[in-house]
T-cell receptor, first 113, second 113 residues
Framework: KAGVTQTPRYLIKTRGQQVTLSCSPI?????VSWYQQTPGQGLQFLFE???????NKGNFPGRFSGRQFSNSRSEMNVSTLELGDSALYLC????????????FGQGTRLTVV | AQSVTQLGSHVSVSEGALVLLRCNYS??????LFWYVQYPNQGLQLLLK??????LVKGINGFEAEFKKSETSFHLTKPSAHMSDAAEYFC???????????FGKGTKLTVNP
């Protein structure tokens, strides 16, 4: 059974640009969550999608957005990139997001220069 | 609101020694508790989870954790450390009915030969 797949693994962008990250969950999983990991702030919850609907959102500015498609694949978008957005972005999938464990992808390392 | 405190950002042990990584949680509802491990430039791998079925939880790679409600603790242990255990470990809590994982700051485990 394939795990959670995140693409790309590494990304370098310039301040002011926008970026889209992709996450393919484990087959059959309908919940996809996104987390940002930085040395200073640790792991922080961005948002969670279930059946194409955003169910929960963390405390991030509106520049961070996401969506989920009918096949449960998810994308997150960050617009007007800032240096502080440099981080490892992790995607996690679970069957229902509430009562089952989350499985994480390897992450996308975003560097903003 | 849920929160997690991991005592000790760095723990160093000798190969073959006991591993003890501390986690205390705060939750207003019965929690789900998790331990994840992260190797360099990798995502998070689930070690074990507590979901109220049993207070002593056994996980992968010889790790186990004991849920102690009176102490609001969920410490991770392994009787004998192996060099391959060197990694960063994260304790996380999720409230019942919530999709969001709240992580501790992490404990970096070093295993000395």
């Amino acid at each position: 059974k394939a795990g959670v797949t995140q693409t790309p693994r590494y990304l370098i962008k310039t301040r002011g640009q926008q970026v889209t990250l992709s996450c393919s969950p484990i087959s059959g999983h309908r919940s996809v969550s996104w987390y940002q990991q930085t040395p200073g702030q640790g792991l922080q919850f961005l948002f969670e999608y279930f059946s194409e609907t955003q169910r929960n959102k963390g405390n991030f500015p509106g520049r961070f957005s996401g969506r989920q498609f009918s096949n449960s694949r998810s994308e997150m978008n960050v617009s007007t990139l800032e240096l502080g957005d440099s981080a490892l972005y992790l995607c996690a999938s679970s069957l229902d997001g509430v009562n089952t464990e989350a499985f994480f992808g390897q992450g996308t390392r975003l560097t903003v220069v | 609101a849920q929160s997690v405190t991991q005592l000790g950002s760095h723990v160093s042990v000798s190969e073959g020694a006991l591993v003890l990584l501390r986690c205390n949680y705060s939750s207003s509802v019965p929690p789900y508790l998790f331990w994840y491990v992260q190797y360099p430039n990798q995502g998070l791998q689930l070690l074990l989870k507590y979901t109220s079925a049993a207070t002593l939880v056994k996980g992968i790679n010889g790790f186990e954790a004991e849920f102690k409600k009176s102490e609001t603790s969920f410490h991770l242990t392994k009787p004998s450390a192996h060099m391959s255990d060197a990694a960063e470990y994260f304790c996380a809590v999720r409230g019942s009915g919530s999709e969001k994982l709240v992580f501790g700051k992490g404990t970096k485990l070093t295993v000395n030969p």
